[in-house]
């Protein structure tokens, strides 16, 4: 079975300061990761995933993940953030051999304090 | 662009009216899926369904049901809406693959039960 967990539902970072958003999961299988971005009223886009290959991700809008399998983690960075940057962040996995449907954490809201 | 189309954005009804939300993409997906997202909870997986006239329950199936009868198309159905129904409704689709699929999602469909 698979599991996400997303460490602190809030986070505020500064303008210009890093992000850093943990995600830890849970699966009995090598699994696919997946980081997700919802603005305000709006569904959830695709940041970056993560497969198989090279453990360090780079996604959109600067965002980079890396696959960490000793520490099951899949934490989501960002150098400097950015005010558009705020927004809701869900990480998600799957199971490569089984069903093709997403396990989602319970989400991350980002503030961007100017 | 893949677009997934969902056919109503805000809906408010009344306890025990039947609810139809529709969903369209647009890219030949051959998964297409309905989450419900509320606060605190993340996205929990309804239904899903991999082929036309095909359907498997997901994590919180009871109140529901779908309908899909042609590729494109994904159904919700509320027969008898609850006030614990209040909720975002999000619909996504994929490629079929070994779990490395992109879901793309539509814009959700948020709705209110009086």
């Known amino acids: 079975a698979q599991s996400v967990t997303q460490l602190g539902s809030h986070v505020s970072v500064s303008e210009g300061a890093l992000v850093l958003l943990r995600c830890n999961y849970s699966?009995?299988?090598?699994?696919?990761l997946f980081w997700y971005v919802q603005y305000p009223n709006q569904g959830l886009q695709l940041l970056l995933k993560y497969t198989t290959g090279a453990t360090l991700v780079k996604g959109i809008n600067g965002f980079e993940a890396e696959f960490k399998k000793s520490e099951t983690s899949f934490h989501l960075t960002k150098p400097s953030a950015h005010m558009s940057d705020a927004a809701e962040y869900f990480c998600?996995?799957?199971?490569?051999?089984?069903?093709?449907?997403?396990?989602f954490g319970t989400g991350t809201r980002l503030t961007v304090i100017p | 662009d893949v677009k997934v189309t969902q056919s109503s954005r805000y809906l408010v009804k009344r306890t025990g009216e039947k609810v139809f939300l529709e969903c369209v993409q647009d890219?030949?997906?051959?998964?297409m899926f309905w989450y419900r997202q509320d606060p605190g909870l993340g996205l929990r997986l309804i239904y899903f369904?991999?082929?036309?006239?095909?359907?498997e329950k997901g994590d919180i199936p009871e109140g529901y049901s779908v309908s899909r009868e042609k590729k494109e198309r994904f159904s919700l159905i509320l027969e008898s809406t609850s006030t614990n129904q209040t909720s975002m409704y999000l619909c996504a689709s994929s490629f079929r693959g070994r779990g490395g699929g992109e879901l793309f999602f539509g814009e959700g469909s948020r709705l209110t039960v009086l």
């Open positions: 699966s009995s299988v090598p699994p696919y």
């Open positions: 890219m030949d997906h051959e998964n």
């Open positions: 998600a996995v799957s199971d490569p051999f089984g069903a093709n449907n997403l396990f």
């Open positions: 369904s991999y082929d036309v006239k095909m359907k």
